[in-house]
Nanobody, 114 residues
Framework: QVQLVESGGGLVQPGGSLRLSCTASGSIFWFYAMGWYRQAPGKQRELVAIITNGGSTNYADSVKGRFAISRDNAKNTVYLQMNSLKPEDTAVYYC????????WGQGTQVTVSS
């Protein structure tokens, strides 16, 4: 069973940056289109960025131009570079496949506040 471990969250001021990482166990990571999701308090989990196994990317409108998703298949890791952070980006961030077919990890908390 593939396990997902997210890291890199923290407290940052508005306008700041963070880089999240998600490492997957198992050797078939390269096969999946991977996504970063987030869930804010009282809200449903939403997909914010996707990267295919070929490296094509797509973003939610709310993060387009500020966030960048990338992957390193040799390291079984997907990244989310977050720039120009806003208070509304505050959430727990998770990674999963595009169809969220794997068990969810514990996520990593991102708090944007002055």
């Amino acid at each position: 069973q593939v396990q997902l471990v997210e890291s890199g969250g923290g407290l940052v001021q508005p306008g700041g940056s963070l880089r999240l990482s998600c490492t997957a166990s198992g050797s078939i990571f390269w096969f999946y289109a991977m996504g970063w999701y987030r869930q804010a308090p009282g809200k449903q989990r939403e997909l914010v960025a996707i990267i295919t196994n070929g490296g094509s990317t797509n973003y939610a409108d709310s993060v387009k131009g500020r966030f960048a998703i990338s992957r390193d298949n040799a390291k079984n890791t997907v990244y989310l570079q977050m720039n120009s952070l806003k208070p509304e980006d505050t959430a727990v961030y998770y990674c999963n496949t595009q169809s969220s077919s794997l068990d969810w990890g514990q996520g990593t908390q991102v708090t944007v506040s002055s």
